[in-house]
C-alpha cells in the first residue's frame, strides 16, 4: 500500500509567507526525501534526510524528521511564485537494501500567488 | 547536458496497439526506474534495473516489458494496450542506493483512445 501521505492536499498563500506540507509514512524508513514537480514536468529532487538526523536546511527549505511520529515536513520560507508546484515527499523503507525504491506519497500542490 | 531524457513526450494511441517509449541517462547512475504517475499524480513504482538486471517488479501486468540493453539504457514496451493505461510514463535513475536522490526524465504523457 502507499507508504506516504501528505497534508494539506493544496495549499494557496501569498508571496513572502511560508508554506509547511506534512508527510506521514507507514514503515521505518532509510531515509526520506522531498521532490518538486512543476505542472507538466518530471519530478527535481530537492533535499534528502536520512533516518538518524532529524533536521536539514538547503537554502529556503528547512526538513523536519520525526522518526517516532513517522513523519516529516518541508517548509518554504519567503515564498515566491516561482514555488508554485507539487511537492512529494518520498521514502526508501528499511530493508529494502541496495534497490532503491522510492515510494512516494501524493503529493501537496502549492500556488504562490504574487 | 547531463540528464535522464525520455522519448516520446506524447503518445496517442489506439487500444490494442503495442508501443514503446525509450530512456537513456548519461549521469553514470548504476539503477534505473520506471514509474507510472496516474490522473492523480499518484506515482508508483513499476519496474528497477540494476547494471542491467531486473531487480523490482511491482505486480505489473506482464502487457509491460522493460528492457535495458545497457545500464544507461531502459526501455519500456507496451503490448496490447488498454483504456486504463493512460498515465504519465517517467524514467528515472539513481546511484545504487538512491542516497542521493533520483533523477527524472520529463515523463512521456501516454493517451490510449
Known amino acids: 500500500s502507499q507508504q506516504g501521505e501528505e497534508d494539506p492536499q493544496a495549499l494557496s498563500i501569498q508571496e513572502g509567507e511560508n508554506a509547511t506540507m506534512n508527510c506521514s509514512y507507514k514503515?521505518?524508513?532509510?531515509?526520506l526525501q522531498w521532490y518538486r514537480q512543476n505542472s507538466g514536468r518530471g519530478l527535481v529532487h530537492l533535499i534528502l534526510i536520512r533516518s538518524n538526523e532529524r533536521e536539514k536546511h538547503s537554502g529556503r527549505l528547512r526538513v523536519t524528521l520525526d522518526t517516532s511520529k513517522k513523519s516529516s515536513s518541508l517548509l518554504i520560507t519567503a515564498s515566491r511564485a516561482a514555488d508554485t508546484a507539487s511537492y512529494f515527499c518520498?521514502?526508501?523503507?528499511?530493508?529494502?537494501?541496495?534497490?532503491?525504491?522510492?515510494?512516494f506519497g501524493q503529493g501537496t500542490t502549492l500556488q504562490v500567488k504574487p | 547536458d547531463t540528464a535522464v531524457s525520455q522519448t516520446p513526450k506524447y503518445l496517442v494511441t489506439q487500444m490494442g496497439n503495442d508501443k514503446s517509449i525509450k530512456c537513456e541517462q548519461n549521469l553514470g547512475h548504476d539503477t534505473m526506474y520506471w514509474y507510472k504517475q496516474d490522473s492523480k499524480k499518484f506515482l508508483k513504482i513499476m519496474f528497477s534495473y540494476n547494471n542491467k538486471e531486473l531487480i523490482i517488479n511491482e505486480t505489473v501486468p506482464n502487457r509491460f516489458s522493460p528492457k535495458s540493453p545497457d545500464k544507461a539504457h531502459l526501455n519500456l514496451h507496451i503490448n496490447s494496450l488498454e483504456l486504463g493505461d493512460s498515465a504519465v510514463y517517467f524514467c528515472?535513475?539513481?546511484?545504487?542506493?538512491?542516497?542521493?536522490?533520483?533523477?527524472f526524465g520529463s515523463g512521456t504523457r501516454l493517451t490510449v483512445v
Open positions: 528515472a535513475s539513481s546511484q545504487t542506493d538512491s542516497s542521493y536522490g533520483y533523477t
Open positions: 514503515t521505518s524508513i532509510n531515509n
Open positions: 518520498a521514502t526508501v523503507p528499511q530493508g529494502s537494501g541496495n534497490t532503491g525504491k522510492l515510494i
